[in-house]
């Protein structure tokens, strides 16, 4: 398992955990308000016996003190009706609402507020009847407003815990990606200095090679001055990185048939090579970079074919929406569908010694600095796979007429 595969298991366990712990906030703030529940129920039924009560009590002066205290104190609303279905009282709802004329003897209570406070306390709670000298009562209840807090705080503690998790590791990927790419790019622009020295010396030993031994025209001195050739460019690369790349107008059919042609001596004979489409057509590129990418894709389709098979560069212009399509395809063992889209994540690889960054590093290159896309047009097991790039294309250049 390679290190990006370990850092994503790390980052699922501490999501897992994460969860865990919001289920446990939940699951003990449920009991807790359910307790309250019961509380508010026994005390509910307690104030209606004492209200059914009330008047017998009331003549006893130990008594009266209590009776008042507990009728006037309840936090929990409450309404009563008749059996005609008429409101009598009520008790713990909002006085700002519930005001009415002094001097109106018969008190009502018909405004919409009462209808929906009633509607809620029947639909929370079964009524306790009452039986207050012959006369029969029902009596209604709902939630006080700190259980009903209390019930959504699970959610709301759940939400904030998201919330900071969510930030903290937008912050966390932030810094680490930042200083990450400041050590890859360090890296990479040392390591451009490093190969400096031995390329010079390449160069040398070449010349003296040629000098020495007449050897001017031999296929071999050639092939090591495009291999000296290459790694000037790859030295390049490496020395760029962090920088903007400059892009150039090209003619996309050059540019990938030059690679093809350096890259195919250095594969197998049982590979073949073949680049159709439009010869004309142009695009805006950095031309190292994008050999960088259609090596890493050629390198992958060859890899991908295991005995014979052939490799095809397909160059179509959509002149309507004046874009270049680049199609890459191998006859090799396929890509499953559902990986069509992991392959360009950082990691990942079918081959034992892979670091899976060929096809990440790929996408990155195509869609950050030439403003295009890659992705995996086709493919199926045992016959092969299409890599589609689209790049805008430039504007032709017209010949001028004299």
């Given at each position: ?118 509607r809620q306390m029947k639909a929370q709670h079964p009524p306790d009847e009452m039986n207050i000298f012959g006369k029969k009562f029902k009596a209604y209840y709902r939630d ?259």
């Amino acid at each position: 398992m390679n290190p990006y595969q370990k850092k994503r298991r790390w980052k699922f366990f501490l999501l897992i955990f994460a969860i865990l712990i919001g289920i446990a906030s939940v699951f003990y703030t449920d009991s807790f308000v359910k307790k309250m529940e019961r509380e508010e129920a026994d005390q509910f039924h307690l104030w209606v016996r004492i209200q059914e009560r009330a008047m017998f009590l009331y003549d006893n002066d130990d008594y009266r003190d209590v009776v008042e205290t507990v009728r006037k104190n309840t936090k929990t609303p409450v309404i009563m009706i008749d059996s005609a279905g008429m409101i009598t009282s009520f008790f713990g709802l909002d006085s700002t609402k519930t005001n009415y004329p002094v001097a109106d003897t018969k008190l009502t209570y018909d405004s919409l507020y009462f209808v929906r406070q009633l509607r809620q306390m029947k639909a929370q709670h079964p009524p306790d009847e009452m039986n207050i000298f012959g006369k029969k009562f029902k009596a209604y209840y709902r939630d006080s407003f700190i259980l009903t807090q209390l019930r959504y705080f699970p959610y709301i503690q759940m939400g904030v815990i998201f919330l900071f998790l969510l930030t903290a590791y937008a912050a966390f990927s932030s810094a680490r990606k930042d200083e990450q790419d400041h050590v890859w790019v360090g890296l990479a622009k040392e390591t451009a200095h490093q190969l400096g020295t031995p390329l010079s010396s390449l160069m040398a030993w070449t010349e003296l090679m040629k000098s020495k031994f007449n050897a001017e025209d031999d296929p071999l001195i050639a092939e090591m001055e495009n291999d000296i050739k290459r790694l000037e460019i790859i030295t390049d690369r490496f020395s760029k990185i962090g920088s903007k790349p400059i892009l150039e107008d090209h003619t996309v059919y050059i540019v990938v048939s030059d690679f093809i042609r350096y890259f195919k001596v250095r594969t197998s004979d049982k590979v073949k090579f073949s680049i159709t489409g439009d010869e004309q057509v142009r695009a805006m590129l950095n031309v190292p970079l994008f050999d960088w990418v259609i090596e890493n894709l050629l390198k992958n389709a060859a890899n991908a074919i295991e005995n014979e098979g052939s490799i095809s560069v397909n160059i179509i212009e959509n002149l309507a929406k004046e874009q270049v399509f680049i199609d890459v395809s191998d006859t090799g063992k396929g890509i499953p569908r559902s990986k069509f889209d992991a392959v360009f994540q950082p990691g990942y690889t079918t081959r034992k010694r892979g670091w899976g960054l060929g096809l990440s590093l790929t996408k990155r290159i195509v869609e950050n600095y030439h403003s295009g896309e890659i992705f995996v047009k086709d493919s199926e097991l045992g016959k092969g796979t299409t890599f589609r790039i689209i790049l805008k294309s430039s504007l032709r250049y017209e010949p001028t007429t004299a």
